[in-house]
């Protein structure tokens, strides 16, 4: 593509493509069906943990030599997007795999990605992200828990809220200050375990999407965990969280993506098979116009997010992508936008069955709203990529 960005379209490969026929034909045989009971019941898809472990598609972002797959960046978007596209709770299970672990990939010693990277590839284990706080959501570097050095130990102290899969998750990647007077630079960044003394969890929060994917307050009271837990150096936890969050935003427009196309899938199905005045709703040149929009938008966000996909993969393989901040930035808020109003216009299509609980598209416009809010909010998005304009 031509330009002074020098952006690179990512093209899915034939192993992509097939990638994608492999988890679709999962997602609807043993991830869709419980899908519904999932967000009623606000239970964790135990049933999607099974079926994507049973095919190592947990975690396929691993690098071979800790067990893993191997994928690329793209081939990860694909799977997130593939059971996001039945249940964007399910798809939680291997983004925030992705979110809770590249920390230690990025900057994590060889002994810490040996520890912690093998039971992830083999779904022995879930990993979490533990950033935000109760008075740090946006500004993140306004944390305060705190990591206090006690010889060859840390020990922590705190509270993280928002936490996605906590309780469930038996790894916690957490961010701690350690030196109060440097802000952001004082920040550094631990490997928790579920089972570490002084760990606990608040009551699930009672929300109105992603019902199924817990999402609880992490408490760290006097957490005492040996120094080599600690991932980089020390005080370059705040930049590993920025970093991460980079290559993870693109995760989050996957999952937006996969509603989006679940939901224009659906309503494509109703308005063919919806009759009024005598004929299918769908040869109403308005129905066909909404149709159109919503598949218009739809291809813009995968092209974005394929784009960013491939930045993120060429950052990853140790080139240099100075457009990868703004890329991840631009697919997450162009992403979940788009998955907001294609959801909605779901609803509408199918009228007042659209607004039951008896059909999926009423989850589905839930479950999108997420899309905008968590890894930053769509504002704070615009924020980033007016900072790191190509």
């Not at 631990?190 to 969890?201: C, H, I, L, R």
């Not at 408490?219 to 936890?237: H, L």
Request: proline share 4%; hydrophobic share 40%; net charge negative.
């Amino acid at each position: 593509m031509a330009g002074t960005a020098d952006f690179d379209l990512y093209r899915p490969s034939e192993e992509h493509d097939m990638l994608r026929d492999v988890v679709r034909a999962l997602a609807e045989a043993k991830i869709a069906p419980y899908a519904a009971a999932v967000d009623e019941e606000a239970r964790f898809p135990q049933e999607a943990l099974d079926a994507l472990v049973a095919n190592d598609l947990q975690a396929v972002h691993v690098p071979e030599e800790y067990g893993g797959a191997g994928a690329d960046a793209l081939a990860t978007v694909i799977v997130i997007e593939e059971v996001a596209r039945v249940c964007v709770s399910s798809s939680l299970i291997p983004a925030v795999n992705k979110l809770g672990s590249l920390p230690v990939i990025l900057a994590g010693s060889e002994d810490l990605k040996k520890k912690y990277l093998g039971p992830l590839a083999k779904g022995d284990a879930m990993f979490s992200y533990c950033l935000s706080e109760p008075d740090a959501g946006s500004d993140a570097a306004g944390m305060k828990t705190k990591a206090v050095r006690d010889g060859d130990h840390w020990i922590l102290n705190g509270v993280k809220r928002w936490i996605t899969n906590a309780g469930v998750s038996e790894y916690y990647t957490v961010m701690a200050v350690t030196d109060p007077s440097k802000r952001s630079k004082g920040i550094s960044a631990f490997v928790v375990e579920k089972s570490d003394e002084g760990v606990s969890f608040g009551a699930p929060e009672k929300k109105l999407g992603i019902k199924g994917s817990p999402t609880r307050e992490v408490y760290f009271d006097n957490v005492r965990i040996p120094a080599d837990r600690m991932i980089g150096e020390e005080g370059t936890g705040f930049a590993t969280a920025m970093k991460t969050l980079d290559h993870t935003r693109i995760t989050i427009a996957a999952q937006a993506l996969g509603v989006a196309q679940g939901a224009l899938d659906y309503a494509k199905g109703y308005v063919q098979e919806r009759k009024q005045f005598g004929k299918p709703i769908a040869d109403f040149q308005g129905i066909q116009f909404m149709l159109a929009d919503m598949s218009m938008k739809i291809s813009a966000a995968r092209a974005l997010t394929y784009q960013a996909a491939a930045a993120s993969e060429r950052v990853a393989a140790g080139g240099e992508e100075k457009d990868l901040t703004y890329l991840g930035a631009a697919a997450k808020c162009f992403a979940s936008d788009t998955a907001m109003e294609v959801t909605t216009d779901a609803v509408q299509l199918l009228g007042g069955y659209g607004y039951t609980r008896d059909y999926p598209v009423e989850r589905m416009m839930r479950d999108a709203k997420i899309t905008q809010i968590y890894e930053g909010t769509n504002q704070v998005q615009r924020i980033v990529m007016a900072r790191n304009l190509p």
